[in-house]
């Protein structure tokens, strides 16, 4: 494979090339020019006794200056050009490799190298933040994780170190425990969800919405009926185009949500519907009033509604209620919603309502 010329040489090239042309052009006009002309007192059908042999050299050697002054011109521009475009690349590999916080900022006069710092300064700050906000996923999943581990082997020790142990109470201590692997299994497969979720639609097959939102509801009445909240359902055709198993889990984790983060007398409806470019499916829950701005923390991996150890600063006053409900989930189904509605590219509408509780709407595109 041949070796590509760099960028400088490349433009050299393209700076030299119409020099030459040009001066090429105007040394053979003025040479024609000369040789065509004849002295004063000779006749037209004489010829002059110039010799052209001088002419000839003169051109061959104007000719050689041209092409090493074009190419060493031509040298120096490139390089003055490529100047600030070398200066970004340096800075841009020194942040990449050391530290995501700094940025370019002025790259030079020149308005095009100015917007390619600018674009750059704002893909580093994007990395930034993704990066800030992926440490901040695996410290909280190795707490999430590290707690029940942490819990069981807790009891397991007290068991066993209990003199006066029966049969009862080590039962007892096996059931619990095995109430906290249940729910390391919850969070795990929340965690691979969400990760599906994440990584976007590879094939997708047109399905009624809902079809698939009538099972993920039909799955959940029993955990309803339980904490005493009422689901309402209305649903209307509705076409969508995307994958059905990750469009149930996220029917599924709004009406979890809807139905953990509520109060006993509580209500739920679920609708679907279509609209001119697709179907929509709607969840909205009464419950524990939602201050506007908590909305969108709610749709972070690990933020639960009343959980002060995961917001810093959150003023205190949440309910006992949601405290309570919010340790029966991990704070992960509003981040599967949000991750699977932008794999599909859906259009994701969250209010918080008034008299108390959310109203999602997520509107998905029928395709092709």
Do not use: K
């Amino acid at each position: 494979m041949a070796r590509r010329r760099s960028l400088r040489t490349q433009l050299m090239l393209l700076y030299t090339v119409p020099f030459l042309i040009s001066g090429v052009l105007l040394l053979s006009l003025s040479f024609s020019q000369t040789g065509s002309s004849s002295p004063v007192g000779v006749g037209p059908a004489e010829e002059p006794s110039v010799e052209e042999g001088p002419d000839v050299a003169l051109f061959v050697l104007l000719l050689a200056v041209m092409v090493v002054l074009a190419v060493v011109l031509g040298w120096l521009v490139a390089g003055r050009f490529l100047r600030p475009l070398r200066g970004i690349v340096a800075t841009a590999r020194d942040i990449s490799a050391t530290n995501l916080h700094r940025r370019l900022g002025d790259a030079g006069r020149g308005r095009e190298f100015a917007e390619l710092a600018a674009t750059l300064d704002d893909l580093f700050a994007r990395l930034e933040a993704a990066f800030e906000s992926q440490r901040r996923f695996v410290a909280n999943a190795a707490h999430e994780l590290r707690t029940p581990l942490t819990a069981e082997r807790t009891l397991l020790q007290v068991a066993l170190a209990d003199p006066d142990a029966t049969a009862e109470t080590l039962r007892a201590a096996c059931q619990e425990v095995i109430a906290l692997g249940a729910a390391q299994e919850r969070l795990i497969n929340a965690l691979l969800t969400l990760a599906s979720g994440e990584q976007g639609v590879e094939r997708r097959e047109r399905f009624d919405l809902a079809a698939v939102a009538g099972h993920a509801v039909a799955a959940r009445r029993a955990e309803a009926d339980r904490r005493g909240v009422r689901i309402d359902t209305a649903f209307a055709p509705a076409p969508a185009a995307g994958d059905p198993s990750l469009v149930e889990s996220l029917v599924a984790n709004l009406v979890d949500n809807a139905v953990r983060y509520n109060a006993p007398g509580g209500r739920v409806e679920v609708s679907t519907g279509g609209t001119g470019s697709g179907g929509l499916v709607r969840v909205w829950n009464t419950g524990p009033v939602v201050p506007p701005g908590e909305v969108e923390r709610l749709f972070q991996p690990f933020q639960r509604l009343g959980r002060d150890r995961l917001t810093p600063g959150r003023p205190a006053g949440a309910s006992a209620a949601s405290t309570a409900a919010g340790r029966d989930g991990h704070g992960l189904g509003l981040a599967i919603v949000r991750a699977i509605a932008v794999a599909h590219g859906a259009a994701l509408r969250v209010t918080a309502r008034p008299e108390g509780g959310l109203d999602v709407e997520v509107a998905f595109p029928a395709g092709t």
